[in-house]
């Protein structure tokens, strides 16, 4: 994992870094905003670019975002945090406050705001339903309240073009629309960071009420400097702590607490891990889709294949990340076509699945997926008619492994898994 951490105001410290050094790039987009310092943070590769430049020299209209965003994915970052200044819309988020962003409104007109500028090779819509990692936020509010710091785990955030501030009236109006918080950078990295397929987060620290609140003063530059400069070391510990956690354990126990239990299905007695509620969280999807994609990406497969029903999904996805085929190993009755079938035992019933007989050609490489391991019943008929048509299976790939029920042992094939529950 390579994390990027993109500095508001007097946050691009290299200081929290080992072995520091400055990297000097450019991209198709320009230059960045800044040289990006780069460094490691327990074993974790860090990049840290001053969004405004080392002197603050670059107003919010002009920043280029594009070029920081593409210069951060070009040295592999999968990860962004965004460190801002905010100013509050709510009375209960005071002075020093940190917000974990949750949501955006974009009031910017001058932005430059998608790396697509045509749809040469078709209509590119990304979805910004919900623009910030799941589990880069799950992270930052977990290390929020180890350190016991003042903060609210969600907040609408509206950017507005700046450089100046807001109206009395505008002000008012982000109230009624809903947002929490005011800045003038953040919508914008949202939005190419998620068309560039980067995880990204943003923390907030409130340093004042804008112009709302009429037993205030108006916001001035000098009093966000001085809430702002009196945090920055709240705010770089908090940053420590975030990328400290970040690593691939970190990230199975995302996915892991994702996964629900069901007791007791299909039959009494049965713990049954239900993977529904991880495909329907996007940033957990996206999380275990990478994974597997970093697993596989330089393993020779022709095909993928999946099994009923959980595996078609898996294997859909991930054939699409590859540009591979896919393979659908189905309950009897359920293909049109001339099938091979093979049955097998259950830790709760017997069952018979089929394959086409002109799915695989001889001596093909597959990958198997499938969302669970318990016994490994299902996998080894599905292997086993893999064989039957003359391919090769490379490797058997789940989500969960149940180790105590020691299906690993009953295939004949290399396994691999992102998660498991033993003893549980």
Not at 196 to 203: L, R, V
Not at 276 to 288: C, H, Q, S, V, Y
């Amino acid at each position: 994992m390579k994390v990027g951490i993109i500095g508001g105001s007097g946050l691009d410290d290299p200081k929290i870094l080992k072995d520091c050094k400055e990297v000097d790039i450019d991209t198709v987009y320009g230059k960045p905003s800044s040289t990006i310092t780069y460094g490691k943070l327990n074993n974790t590769d860090v990049y840290i670019l001053a969004r405004h430049g080392k002197k603050h020299q670059i107003p919010p209209t002009f920043v280029n975002n594009r070029a920081n965003i593409q210069a951060l994915k070009n040295l592999g970052c999968t990860h962004i945090i965004a460190t801002t200044a905010v100013g509050s819309l709510r009375e209960e988020i005071g002075r020093g406050d940190f917000v974990v962003l949750s949501d955006f409104i974009d009031f910017t007109r001058r932005r430059i705001l998608s790396f697509f500028d045509d749809f040469k090779d078709g209509p590119k819509h990304v979805s910004l339903a919900n623009p910030f990692s799941g589990f880069l936020r799950k992270k930052i509010i977990d290390e929020c309240e180890r350190l016991k710091y003042n903060f609210h785990k969600e907040g609408t955030v509206v950017t507005i073009e700046g450089p100046r501030f807001s109206t009395v009236a505008e002000s008012k109006m982000f109230r009624q629309w809903g947002a929490d918080v005011i800045n003038m950078s953040i919508a914008p990295e949202a939005i190419l960071a998620r068309e560039a397929e980067i995880e990204y987060a943003g923390i907030a620290m409130s340093t004042d009420y804008d112009c709302w609140k009429t037993d205030e003063m108006p916001v001035s530059w000098d009093d966000i400097l001085k809430i702002f400069n009196e945090n920055a070391d709240k705010m770089k510990k908090l940053l420590v702590k975030v990328v400290e956690s970040l690593n691939e354990k970190k990230e199975e126990e995302y996915i892991k607490s994702l996964i629900r239990t069901v007791p007791d299905w299909p039959k009494k007695g049965i713990m049954f891990r239900d993977i529904t509620t991880l495909l329907k969280d996007a940033e957990g999807f996206r999380l275990m889709l990478d994974i597997l994609e970093e697993h596989y990406k330089n393993i020779d497969i022709d095909l993928i294949a999946g099994i009923e029903s959980r595996g078609f999904v898996l294997a859909s996805a991930l054939a699409s990340k590859l540009g591979k085929g896919v393979i659908l190993i189905r309950k009897k009755g359920k293909l049109p076509a001339e099938t091979v079938s093979e049955s097998y035992d259950l830790e709760y019933g017997q069952a018979t699945i089929e394959i086409h007989k002109d799915a695989i050609k001889h001596g093909q490489r597959i990958l198997l997926l499938d969302d669970l391991l318990a016994t490994g019943g299902t996998a080894l008929a599905a292997g086993n008619l893999i064989e039957k048509l003359g391919g090769k299976v490379v490797e058997v790939g789940f989500i969960v492994e149940l180790p105590e029920l020691k299906g690993r042992k009953k295939l004949k094939w290399p396994v691999f898994k992102i998660v498991d529950f033993k003893g549980e």
